[in-house]
Every structure is written in structure tokens, then in C-alpha cells.
């Protein structure tokens, strides 16, 4: 699934100047979005009337003197997906995208959001709303500057901005007689009232070690060594992500939909370990786990989750120093920690060493994506028998294909709201149906599945386009080029540690040559039942090096607005490279494709592939018949492993002449016995 959390902006913003010689689009009807120029709008019924909450909001502004109010769409955490409580850019736009910046000024209101959510935020905002289409933040503190007066005030939450976002504003916003003014009390909040959803009380519960790469003990003596290993000596690192402490510590909850994180900070130093979360939540096996070591240097003190600033307030005052990552620690905390006493990276070392999978977590990792091809296998044979039928729409293919998933072995559910999208709302690229609002399925349109499952032993994250009849030539031809730049990355050989921005171009590079393009991210890192984008791992600029033992999907697209949309994902491990020099320290990586589904032969077109992609393609799919068709006959599903034989037969150039001497032989066949038949 494209990447939520950061685009690489560099494309959004290259792809108007990419539509040169791209096929003319359609004129898509637009009865589905609002229209601010008529009088009166039109608003269509998916739209949320904002007026009572910015009314609200505006009165509270008044009351603390700021003439601006900056809301993002995250948590205190830093989250990408965020628990409904903690929906405040949706609650006061109507917008429920998962990547946006509101801004509301006392006369205006105005959404920030890249390309894949410029069509959903039309669909869901009020002409109280201004929608903007360039995404930096430098726009944001531009358009402040011009809507906001000298000598006026711009209030924000310091738990909902990351350090490094706080900076970006406020190197915008330096000597213009603006202020950004830190506001403890969320306004949106005090706004929302006791209509906003209560905190979670589920149980966080122990991952069973068959599940773990190693024990939280064995993870915690790993980070001390790094920081002892560290030219600074911190004292203690600081985590604040969600996944940092689900991982380190082997926990694992449900206070966000399809992610097993629970609410929680952690602060490590060299001899304590405290874990701020609400101690009632704690299973029995997850306190004795935690306290089995007491007293002692592996003795992890649960205090109250609300006491986190306190706390290390309170150990900053000593000789010590703190170690944060900034991606992730908020300004709030940031503050209360004395600038010498700082050690700053752009992440954690906990964030950095959960990326990068041990040989264990490599191979729970790989078992789910087993599985979960099955499911995969299951779900396309069922729409190709039940799609002609006009039977399937987009709402029931996705309800349909997370139940298969949830039959399987480990699963937990899905590991994002499922993308089923079928024509125009495929190029969507983050659509998802509702029971409401579904386009029937259809033998003639292509139609996009991306989901993915939540396993014990691992997360899924695969997006597979289809067409069941006729595809026409540009259509074929985009697929492929999608198709080309899918094949080029996973088996790309590069230095290790080379950054994943440098590769990236080759997912496009089909696509460039014809002059097409994506507006989103090409991949991200993917965990061992944690998030389905799992940071700092990917191609953009603010990801880490490729090492060996990273997991990352690859996921190229193309979208035809009004039309359809393409997307081909994979996950991948980076793995040693085999190559004639070079070994060891100095050894090359390349990707190892662990996904196993194979793509829709109805859509390529194999005259543009290389000798070499023939090549990979096949040898691709010899791995997917003997990993996944053992699994099949296992569980005696014999029709799905009659289609996994049929649809990874071999390709080669053969393939495509005898496919069109038996188009050509059809042909001739119908004109034969239909002489009089009209061209």
C-alpha cells in the first residue's frame, strides 16, 4: 500500500509536468465531489458539515489569543494511523484521509494533502474548506504569512509536532513578527468534548515466544551496547513511537485499528527501564514477563502513562544524557530536556535495529507471506468466477477477501483498511469501498486489490490489478511499463548501505521513457506483526541505507484519472548479492521477492519485456509454485492449485507469437463461417 506518512514530494509535484504525450483523459462524471462555484454548492451527500465545530474552534482561538490554529493528522506518537480519539484533522474538516495539515484562521479553514487524496478530500469537505495542492511545509508557513497579520499568534499542540516539523515552521515563520505559540490544552479537544471517543481498555497481552526474534532482554542488552558504543555515552534513549515499545519490550495490543500497538512511552537508561502505560491493561503473562527479573538491571518500573513528561524531567536534572530520536519525539517532551543534555538522531536506535530482521524474524516473516498468497490465490479465482456473474462489488470482494485471510493460520485480521477499487475509483490510489458507495465489478474495467494481514508471525501488504476481458492497448501497455519497473528494482544489484532514494528510479524508469509517473512513495519497510509501513525503511530521502535483513514492499503504479488506476506490490527482503566480485563486507545486495501471487497474464503485453524479464518473471513464478503449491495441496484446495499451474506457466517470446497466430486463427475461423459479418 502506497505510504502514508511521507511522499516522495519530488514526483507530486513532477507529475502536471509529466502529462505531456500521456493519452487524453476522460471527462469523469463529478457528481460525487463538491462545487463551491454554483449557488447554491453543490455538496454531495459524502460531505461533513464543519460549521457548528469551526465556530466552536474559532471561540476558543479568541479565548487564547491566536489568530491560527495548526491541526495535523497524528497523534502524540507520531503515528501514521491514529486511533479515532485521536482523529482531530478529521472531527474538524470532515477529511479522513491519513495524511494531511488543516490550518483554520479565524475568517478561512484550509487542507494541505498530496495527490492521492486530493479527489477524496473534495468528496468529504464543505466549501467551509480550502483544499491545497502543494504539500511542503514551506506552503503551509507561506500561506500563514500572508493570511496571518504581524504581531499575531499561531497556536498549535506541542504533543502532536514532531521536533523536526516544530523547526520547519519556525524557520518559515523567523523574523515576520509571527509567533508560534505552544498550547497544552488541545483545542480541538476541548472542542470535541465528551463527543470524542473514550481511551481504549483492551488487554495488552505477551507475544508467545515462538513469534519474537529474541527476548526483550536479549533487544534491551543490544541497545545498551549501542549506546555505550555511542562517541556521546547517553545515559538512556527516550522512545515514543508505538511500534518502539510493542517490539522492544514483545507486547503487543489493538488501540489502533489494524495495528497491534498500545499507548505507551519507555525510557531506557543503562540500569532502569520504565514503561509508561496504564498498568491495567497488562496481562498477567505480559507483568510477570516485564517483572521477572526484579530488582534489577532488567526490570522493567510501569508507571502511569500520563507521567512520561515528569518523569523525564525529572531525569534530565541529573548528569545525564538523553538519546531521541527527532522523526518521532514530539516538541512537548523535547522541551523539557535541557539542549546539552541532548542526543539527537533522526531515529532511535531502537527504530533503526527493529528494521533490520534477524534470521528467525526473516523466516516467520516469509511463512505469513505463504499463507497470506493463499488467501490471495483464493480470492482471484473466487472473482473470476463470480465477477462475471455480476455478483461482486467493490465493498463485498474487500469484506470477501479479509475473511480468507482471517481462516488463516496466526491471523490477527487485516493490516489496513482493504483497497478494493474497480475503474475510476482505482485511480484512487488510497480508495476504499463502503457499504454504501460501491461500483459493481465488471468484466470490463480493471479492478485493484490492495490488502494485506495481520499474523502472528509476520505483516502482508500486496496489491495485485486485474482486467477479465478486454483490456485495450494503452491500458496493456501501462500495466507492463508498471510491470518492467516492479521487475528492474527487485533485481537491481547495489551497494550496501546505498540509499534507497538513489534506487527508486528504476521503478519509474519504464514509465518515464513514455512519459508517464506515480504521485506516491515506491515502497516502505514492512513489520513482524506491527505496521504495515514500519519506518525508517524505503526509497524516499528521509529513509535509511538498504542493509541486509530489511524488509521493503515495491510498488510502482500508474493512474489514468476517470479512468483506472494500476498498482503492483511486492514484498521483499534485501539480501546478499550473487555477483563474480565482491563478497563479505564489501559484498552487493539485491531484493528477494517473498510475496508470492502471480500477476494478471490478461494484462501484459510481452513484446516490451527484455530477455532478462522474461527471465526473472519466470524463475519469480517457478518460486511461487514451490512454496505456494505445496501449501495448497496441504490444504486440498485443488481447483486453486489447477489456477496457481495455469497462471505460472512460463513466458517467452513463443508465447507471444503463438498467442497471436491463435488470435489470428480464431479470425480467420469467425470470417470463414461468418462471411457476411459487419467489420
Request: hydrophobic share 35%.
Amino acid at each position: 500500500m502506497p505510504s502514508s506518512r511521507w511522499t516522495t514530494w519530488a514526483w507530486v509535484l513532477l507529475l502536471p509536468g509529466c502529462a505531456i504525450g500521456w493519452p487524453k483523459q476522460s471527462s469523469s462524471a463529478t457528481s460525487d465531489i463538491r462545487n463551491c462555484t454554483t449557488s447554491p454548492p453543490f455538496l454531495p451527500p459524502t460531505v461533513t458539515d464543519t460549521s457548528a465545530q469551526l465556530n466552536a474552534l474559532r471561540q476558543r482561538m479568541q479565548f487564547y489569543n491566536i489568530s491560527a490554529y495548526i491541526v495535523p493528522a497524528t497523534d502524540a506518537h507520531m503515528s501514521e494511523y491514529i486511533a479515532e480519539r485521536d482523529a482531530r484533522l478529521a472531527w474538524i474538516s470532515g477529511f479522513t484521509g491519513s495524511a494531511g495539515t488543516g490550518v483554520v484562521t479565524t475568517k478561512k479553514a484550509a487542507l494541505w494533502t498530496d495527490s492521492r487524496y486530493w479527489t477524496q478530500a473534495e468528496r468529504q469537505m464543505d466549501c467551509n474548506w480550502e483544499l491545497q495542492k502543494i504539500v511542503w511545509t514551506d506552503s503551509i508557513g507561506e500561506w500563514l504569512l500572508q493570511e496571518i497579520l504581524a504581531g499575531e499568534n499561531i497556536g498549535l499542540d506541542p504533543f502532536l509536532f514532531s521536533i523536526d516539523l516544530w523547526n520547519s515552521y519556525a524557520r518559515v515563520l523567523q523574523g515576520s513578527s509571527r509567533t508560534l505559540v505552544p498550547i497544552e490544552d488541545n483545542l480541538v479537544d476541548l472542542v470535541w468534548g465528551s463527543q470524542r471517543p473514550p481511551l481504549p481498555t483492551s488487554e495488552i497481552y505477551l507475544l508467545p515466544e515462538t513469534f519474537t526474534g529474541s527476548t526483550w532482554q536479549e533487544k534491551v542488552s543490544g541497545i545498551r551496547s549501542q549506546m555505550e558504543q555511542h562517541s556521546r555515552s547517553p545515559t538512556a534513549v527516550l522512545l515514543s513511537a508505538l511500534e518502539e515499545t510493542a517490539w522492544l519490550f514483545n507486547l503487543r495490543g489493538d488501540d489502533i485499528s489494524y495495528n497491534p500497538v498500545f499507548y505507551s512511552y519507555a525510557l531506557l537508561t543503562t540500569s532502569d527501564i520504565s514503561l509508561f502505560v496504564d498498568r491495567n491493561r497488562l496481562s498477567t503473562e505480559a507483568l510477570q514477563s516485564l517483572s521477572a527479573q526484579c530488582p534489577g538491571p532488567l526490570c522493567v518500573q510501569v508507571e502511569d502513562y500520563d507521567q512520561v513528561r515528569a518523569s523525564v524531567q525529572a531525569y534530565a536534572q541529573g548528569d545525564v544524557r538523553v538519546w531521541i530520536g527527532t522523526e518521532y519525539t514530539t516538541y512537548g517532551l523535547y522541551g523539557v530536556i535541557p539542549q546539552d543534555k541532548l542526543v539527537e538522531s533522526s531515529y532511535s536506535p531502537v527504530m533503526t535495529t527493529k528494521a533490520v530482521k534477524n534470521a528467525k524474524e526473516q523466516v516467520l516473516l516469509k511463512a505469513a507471506h505463504v499463507r497470506d498468497a493463499v488467501a490471495m490465490i483464493q480470492y482471484l479465482l473466487w472473482l473470476e468466477k463470480n465477477v462475471p456473474r455480476g455478483s461482486v462489488d467493490e465493498f463485498s470482494g474487500a469484506r470477501y477477501v479479509d475473511k480468507l485471510r482471517r481462516e488463516k493460520e496466526h491471523c490477527k485480521g487485516a493490516s489496513f483498511e482493504t483497497i478494493s477499487a474497480s475503474g475510476l475509483n482505482a485511480a484512487l490510489a488510497h480508495y476504499s469501498p463502503s457499504n454504501v458507495s460501491s461500483r459493481k465489478l465488471s468484466v470490463d474495467e480493471m479492478y485493484l486489490s490492495d490488502s494485506g494481514g495481520q499474523y502472528l508471525d509476520g505483516t502482508t501488504d500486496i496489491t495485485r490489478t486485474v482486467h477479465w476481458g478486454e483490456p485495450t492497448p494503452f491500458q496493456k501497455e501501462a500495466y507492463t511499463r508498471v510491470l518492467m519497473g516492479n521487475i528492474d528494482l527487485a533485481r537491481l544489484v547495489f551497494p550496501s548501505e546505498t540509499s534507497g532514494r538513489v534506487v527508486e528510479a528504476f521503478a519509474r524508469r519504464a514509465l518515464w521513457e513514455v512519459g508517464l509517473n506515480y504521485g506516491h512513495g515506491t515502497g516502505h519497510g514492512i513489520g513482524n506483526f506491527l505496521s504495515v509501513h514500519e519506518w525508517p525503511v524505503g526509497f524516499q530521502s528521509n529513509n535509511v541505507p538498504l542493509v541486509k535483513g530489511m524488509f521493503t514492499s515495491i510498488e510502482p503504479g500508474y493512474y489514468q484519472e476517470g479512468e483506472f488506476g494500476i498498482r503492483i506490490e511486492d514484498v521483499a527482503l534485501v539480501v546478499e548479492a550473487q555477483t563474480k566480485h565482491g563478497a563479505g563486507e564489501k559484498a552487493h545486495l539485491t531484493f528477494e521477492v517473498v510475496s508470492l501471487v502471480p500477476y494478471d497474464r490478461n494484462l501484459i503485453d510481452i513484446s516490451f519485456l527484455s530477455e532478462d524479464q522474461i527471465q526473472y518473471l519466470n524463475t519469480y513464478y517457478e518460486t511461487i509454485h514451490q512454496h505456494v503449491g505445496p501449501e495448497l495441496q496441504r490444504r486440498q484446495l485443488e481447483e486453486e492449485y489447477e489456477w496457481l499451474r495455469r497462471n505460472t506457466q512460463p513466458f517467452s517470446r513463443g508465447t507471444l507469437v503463438a498467442t497471436s497466430l491463435g488470435t489470428l486463427a480464431i479470425t480467420s475461423l469467425v470470417s470463414t463461417l461468418l462471411p457476411d459479418r459487419q467489420a
